[in-house]
Each structure stands twice: as structure tokens, then as C-alpha cells.
């Protein structure tokens, strides 16, 4: 029986060595733990140098507004423009409105100047620039870039 036994066992291992084939075609697909470089909503302000980021920035087509909030530092950035389309848009023009608030300030920013650059408007994606100039909550200007931001 010892013998049967141990007869069974190498016939086992034979079996799963032979079947495992070492020459079989591994694809190996890299993960990557950082986003695609440049896509999403950065900014920066003049009470700080640091570039902060948004963690679901969009853009809604039927109100023309691109949004960007950050739960956790409550920043709000609310950007309603005349259009989406590619084209650069005035911040304080007559049908366009620009909005940022955190936590940290005491007020909201109020826009004096400046401009939303829409760059591509294509895939159901929004890409472009902005920079302003005005006051509010210790700040006195902002600028930043959203790139590939879904458009819902």
C-alpha cells in the first residue's frame, strides 16, 4: 500500500510538472499609480505657490459650466461660460460667472479680470486654461489648466 502510495504521488508530480509549461506567453500589462500626466483641474492662487488638483472635475453641456470641488479642503470652483466650444472667454463679460471658494478663506474670490481659454472641446472632453485677477478671502489672483474633464 506504502508502495501504491508513493507510486500515485510521483505519477502526480510528473503529471502537473509535464503540464506547466515554463515557454507559455505572459503579458504583462504595467499599472501605473500616478494619473495620466496633465489630465484633470489644477490651479494655483496667490496665497499659496503649490499646485493643487480636484479629484472629479466636469463639465456640464447644458448649463455651459465647468465644475471642480474638493470635498475635503471644501474648494468650489463653479466656471459658467457663454459656451463650451473652443474660444476664449471673458470672466466678468455679460452671461459669464467665475466662482472659488475654499475652507481656508474668508470670502469668496470676486474676479475683476481675466479669461477662460477652451482649447478642445472633442470626445466628450474639455481642455483649456484660465487666469484671474480680483479679490476675496486673502486672494488676488488664481490660475490653472483643466485637461481631458469629462463633459456630462
Not at 502537473?16 to 496633465?38: K, L, Q, R, Y
Not at 499659496?48 to 470635498?71: C, D, L, R
Not at 474639455?126 to 490660475?143: I, R
Request: charged fraction near 10%.
Amino acid at each position: 500500500m506504502k508502495k501504491l502510495s508513493s507510486l500515485l504521488l510521483i505519477a502526480l508530480l510528473a503529471i502537473t510538472s509535464i503540464s506547466c509549461s515554463d515557454d507559455e506567453d505572459v503579458v504583462v500589462v504595467p499599472v501605473s499609480a500616478t494619473p495620466v500626466s496633465g489630465d484633470g483641474f489644477r490651479w494655483t492662487d496667490s496665497s499659496s505657490s503649490t499646485e493643487q488638483t480636484v479629484n472629479n472635475p466636469y463639465a456640464n453641456n447644458s448649463f455651459k459650466t465647468i465644475f471642480a470641488t474638493n470635498t475635503g479642503s471644501g474648494t468650489v470652483y463653479e466656471i459658467n461660460l457663454t459656451a463650451i466650444a473652443v474660444g476664449t472667454y471673458d470672466v466678468v463679460a455679460s452671461g459669464n460667472a467665475f466662482y472659488y471658494r475654499s475652507t481656508t478663506m474668508s470670502a469668496a474670490f470676486v474676479p475683476t479680470s481675466g479669461s477662460v481659454v477652451i482649447t478642445a472641446n472633442a470626445n466628450n472632453k474639455l481642455t483649456g486654461t484660465f487666469t484671474a485677477t480680483g479679490s476675496g478671502g486673502g486672494v488676488t489672483s488664481v490660475s490653472g489648466s483643466f485637461t481631458n474633464i469629462a463633459i456630462n
